[in-house]
């Protein structure tokens, strides 16, 4: 919106020509996007005490698990509202509203906003305790990886390919089973991430990282010159990406600033399912859909651990882990909360620094 208002002024006041630049625009929508959650935070989470929209701690598959987690108990939730707000806010302050991949990634992004809302509002609500169905959930991805598929397919006329990490002009052609493999990446990274909020702050700083990661490939993706020399695909018009994914950067920032150990409020699906759903997207939109697997390994380390568990414990009745998700399993190894919280970090911001360098290691 600012660049659509203040940039057309730059032959009468030369200040107004930042506005031309992706970088900058980006720093100002992270910046905004964090000064907002601080602003904002502590009035969402009185407004939802105040609703009683709070943790609550029921007798689960665990008693161990539930005793540690009992201190939880009422601590405010659907706080993924706040990062909507925020995250979507800054983005339409500071990017080009107009452009293709901004209107595809905020669409996809308040889509399953508004389904893990629903999923939210029915269990803290109307207080059905297992909230949306998975089936209807599926269901909901599988419509948005459609509408995706066809956004890509139609509007951007993508050629139905994915670019291989690591080897230079070497690219998957799936043809007719691209749709498949858009809702397969929608799907699973939206409820990766959804399974790996369950500790103070782990998914929401995990995104943070994904985010650095993501702005950086966006912007080189968006840029020709920068394209060309670390031969990745060109896509004119994606570097504006750049400009959401620092918002997403400096929403998570302004999140984790309340949600981090010991929380004072949650994300909930609400939160969960579209910051999932948006990596997801932005994945697919710059056509590095197999660097998620790098970027986002602890997304899919989670994800892994609850399929393999169910899997396991259905075909032999014995479990892998002591306890899936797998974040779980090292808390019943006696590791304190937020040592596992720190450890996953660690790994994630490691992963996010592998995935800038496969730019180079082509």
């Not at 601590?75 to 991949?101: E, V």
């Not at 993508?158 to 858009?182: A, E």
């Not at 974040?327 to 911001?349: S, T």
């Amino acid at each position: 919106m600012l660049y659509h208002l203040f940039y057309p002024l730059h032959d009468l006041i030369s200040f107004f020509n930042l506005f031309r630049y992706i970088t900058f625009r980006a720093a100002m929508a992270a910046l905004t996007a964090f000064i907002i959650s601080l602003i904002l935070g502590p009035l969402v989470i009185r407004k939802l005490t105040a609703l009683k929209v709070g943790e609550r701690i029921t007798k689960g598959d665990s008693l161990k698990l539930d005793e540690m987690h009992r201190n939880k108990q009422n601590t405010p939730t659907m706080g993924g509202i706040l990062i909507l707000l925020t995250m979507i806010g800054s983005t339409l302050l500071w990017a080009d509203i107009f452009n293709k991949y901004i209107i595809v990634v905020v669409f996809s992004t308040l889509w399953l906003g508004l389904t893990g809302f629903i999923d939210d509002y029915l269990k803290q609500v109307k207080k059905r305790s297992k909230g949306l169905s998975p089936r209807a959930k599926l269901l909901s991805q599988a419509v948005l990886g459609t509408i995706i598929w066809a956004a890509l397919h139609f509007y951007f006329q993508s050629s139905l390919k994915i670019d291989v990490p690591f080897l230079k002009n070497t690219s998957l052609y799936l043809d007719g089973f691209y749709i498949l493999f858009v809702i397969l990446v929608i799907s699973g990274s939206s409820n990766a991430v959804n399974l790996t909020d369950g500790l103070d702050g782990l998914a929401v700083g995990i995104v943070v990282m994904v985010a650095i990661a993501f702005s950086i490939l966006s912007y080189v993706t968006g840029n020709l010159t920068f394209s060309n020399y670390l031969l990745t695909p060109y896509l004119p018009g994606s570097g504006e990406l750049t400009v959401f994914c620092a918002s997403m950067l400096g929403a998570g920032l302004g999140f984790l600033w309340f949600n981090c150990y010991p929380a004072s409020i949650f994300m909930g699906d609400v939160g969960s399912l579209a910051l999932g759903g948006a990596i997801g997207t932005v994945a697919l939109l710059i056509r590095k859909e197999l660097l998620l697997i790098i970027v986002g390994g602890i997304f899919v380390l989670e994800a892994l651990s609850v399929i393999l568990q169910v899997l396991s414990f259905r075909l032999t009745k014995k479990r892998i882990f002591r306890i899936a998700p797998i974040h779980h399993h090292f808390q019943f190894l006696n590791w304190p909360e937020n040592k596992v919280i720190v450890r996953f970090w660690i790994i994630a911001g490691l992963l996010a620094l592998l995935t800038i360098v496969t730019l180079k290691i082509r």
